[in-house]
């Protein structure tokens, strides 16, 4: 089992910045891609980004970029969501998700492993 705690979730204006942490402790060997979704209420869950953790190939959804950068620390077991210019449209619920495949997956099916999430607010 892969456990995976987010973080850094909170209140912000339109234009700010916030940057999500996500630890994965436990078979961390067993998983090579780590990813970001969102959910905000009565919407569908949605891509941000994912980003493999040997090579560092990183994709991300069209709504983010520019905006947000997904990265990783190897020693620390952490991936990053570092987000710019916060937009009314970005609130919700940020997962962290982690899998085995070799490349970033925007498919949830990709990952075999969610944290609970992390709050988003943004007020204008």
């Known amino acids: 089992q892969v456990q995976l705690v987010e973080s850094g979730g909170g209140l912000v204006q339109t234009g700010g910045s916030l940057r999500l942490s996500c630890a994965a402790s436990g078979r961390t060997f067993a998983t090579n891609v780590m990813g970001w979704f969102r959910q905000a209420p009565g919407k569908e869950r949605e891509f941000v980004a994912a980003?493999?953790?040997?090579?560092?190939?990183?994709a991300s959804a069209d709504a983010v970029k520019g905006r947000f950068t997904i990265s990783r620390d190897m020693a620390k077991n952490t991936v990053y969501l570092q987000m710019n210019s916060l937009k009314p449209e970005d609130p919700g619920v940020y997962c962290c998700?982690?899998?085995?495949?070799?490349?970033?997956?925007?498919?949830?099916?990709?990952?075999?492993?969610w944290g609970q999430g992390t709050q988003v607010t943004v007020s204008s």
């Open positions: 980003i493999t953790l040997t090579s560092g190939l990183a």
């Open positions: 998700a982690a899998g085995a495949g070799s490349l970033p997956t925007m498919r949830p099916r990709g990952y075999d492993y």
